[in-house]
């Protein structure tokens, strides 16, 4: 074999490992999508930087001229999640979303052991009104928050979101996403149990 014909080959080596490359970058890639998906990891749980932590001292105004039971439904105060096990949802009357879930709120808002509180998220008030309006008020308070500030500090990454707040005044749980029958007994009652049990 002369030197000219190695270096021919040579070039024909390299060029057959480029046009198996993207195959084995899809492979790679194909394993790694389907270990996700065997994992059985709830993708609509997401960490939350507030899990332990207190819930955001950040007082919101009323939603204007909501009233429950013909009283005004007062706004989001965090000093009242202390001594209380609270359940804030994140809702906006243009969500599709929370408007699938709300009947699901206004089931759990039966339970007299958890307090339903609500933060409006960038909603206009006559919104806000006609959705609490055709479905029903869940809620004991709802803050209204305009500009998105609120969310922020909550760390919200769209609507609804929903986060457990224990008797101390700690965030214990959050839940990305719409609420499913199935999420409420699986994932957010354990927590709740566990809520109320401790101290």
């Known amino acids: 074999m002369t030197g000219q014909d190695q270096v021919e ?8 490992l480029f046009v198996f490359l ?10 790694i999508f389907a270990f996700q998906l065997a994992s059985g990891r709830d993708e609509s749980v997401i960490p939350s930087a507030l899990i332990g932590k207190p819930a955001p001292n950040l007082s919101l105004p009323p939603v204007e001229g909501l009233l429950k039971d013909g009283q005004p439904v007062p706004g989001l105060d965090p000093a009242g999640f202390k001594g209380q096990v609270t359940l804030v949802n994140v809702f906006g009357s243009w969500c599709l979303p929370c408007r699938v879930e709300h009947p699901l709120l206004m089931q759990l808002a039966q339970d007299t052991r958890i307090r339903l509180a609500g933060l409006n998220y960038k909603d206009k008030t006559e919104n806000a009104r006609s959705f609490l309006d055709e479905l029903g008020n869940p809620y004991a308070m709802i803050g209204a928050d305009n500009n998105g500030r609120a969310a922020i500090e909550w760390g919200v990454y769209g609507v609804p979101e929903t986060f ?8 214990v749980y959050k839940h990305v996403g719409p609420f499913t029958a199935e999420s409420i007994r699986d994932d957010l009652m354990p927590a709740v149990e566990a809520a109320l049990k401790a101290k």
């Open 22 to 31: 993207p195959l084995i970058l899809f492979a790679a890639l194909a394993g």
């Open 164 to 171: 457990l707040v224990g008797r101390d005044g700690n965030v």
């Open 9 to 16: 080959k040579t070039p024909a080596k390299r060029s057959s």
